[in-house]
Every structure is written in C-alpha cells, then in structure tokens.
C-alpha cells in the first residue's frame, strides 16, 4: 500500500511512497520551512512534521491480483 502525502497548507502533494524514510522526513520539513517560512521548523519532531501533511492510502492499479484472498467489497 502506497500513501501519497498532501501538504495541508498548500494542498500540493509532496510525497509517494510506502513508507516514509528518514530523507523523506528531511524533504517534508524542508518543504514546511519554504510554505510557511513564518513558522520555525529547525527542531520539529518527526511526529510534528507529519501533522502537517495529509496521509491518503494510494490504490495500486496494477499487480494487485495477488490480493484476491481479500474479500471485495462491494
Ligand atoms: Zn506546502
């Protein structure tokens, strides 16, 4: 499962992947400090820096037959 990560001040999305590293955490920050240079990001958290950005779970259009043991839901 992929998630792609929206930024929630600009609604652009900064982010996909299936997990977020720790260079991925770098460029979300560096990403806050350019949108809102008001705020201060040199010591955030990388829980902090997270609440800045939007988590949406990408579906994979393909190769997820493999998933068929889940149930559809319809
Ligand atoms: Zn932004």
Redesign the pocket.
């Given at each position: 499962m992929r998630e792609m990560l929206s930024?929630r001040?600009?609604k652009?999305a900064?982010l996909i992947g299936e997990r977020i590293t720790p260079a991925d955490v770098v460029e979300l920050v560096h990403?806050?400090a350019e949108?809102?240079p008001d705020e201060s990001f040199d010591s955030i958290l990388v829980e902090e820096s997270l609440w800045h950005f939007r988590r949406v779970a990408i579906e994979a259009e393909e190769g997820t037959k493999r998933d068929a043991r889940m149930p559809a839901a319809r």
């Open positions: 930024c001040h600009c652009r900064v990403h806050l949108c809102t």
